[in-house]
């Protein structure tokens, strides 16, 4: 039982990136997940997550207009498209899957994590 991201790399203010998480051994259409990411000498915050129970996403204040999340169930994978970033999107992006119950978008709920990918952005 696994979580395995990518798709994390270096781009220029204004670039794009598409994050992918793979799920392996459970399935993610029975989950709520999510993006978090920590940037150095900062708490981890959460950047979007997909409910399971009603389908609601919810977006990060500053990453709404931005940022897209998704998920193919077919793949068993999830994704965060990240559209015109900046220095301030730089951090260790994780994903992360709670139970079909999970109904917020905070960390201490969720209970599988991937190890992370690093987005850096300069200016």
């Not at 193919?72 to 139970?99: F, H, I, R, W």
Request: with cysteine; hydrophobic share 35%.
């Amino acid at each position: 039982v696994q979580l395995q991201a990518s798709g994390g790399g270096s781009v220029e203010t204004g670039g794009s990136l598409r994050l992918s998480c793979v799920a392996s051994g459970f399935t993610l259409d029975s989950s709520t997940i999510g993006w978090f990411r920590q940037a150095p000498g900062r708490e981890r915050e959460a950047v979007s997550c997909i409910i399971n129970k009603d389908g609601s996403t919810y977006y990060e204040d500053s990453v709404k207009g931005r940022f897209t999340i998704s998920r193919d169930n077919a793949k068993n994978t999830m994704y965060l498209q990240m559209n015109d970033l900046t220095p301030e999107d730089a951090a260790v992006y994780y994903c992360a899957t709670g139970s079909s119950i999970v109904v917020v978008c905070v960390d201490a709920f969720f209970a599988r994590w991937g190890q992370g990918t690093l987005v850096t952005v300069s200016s």
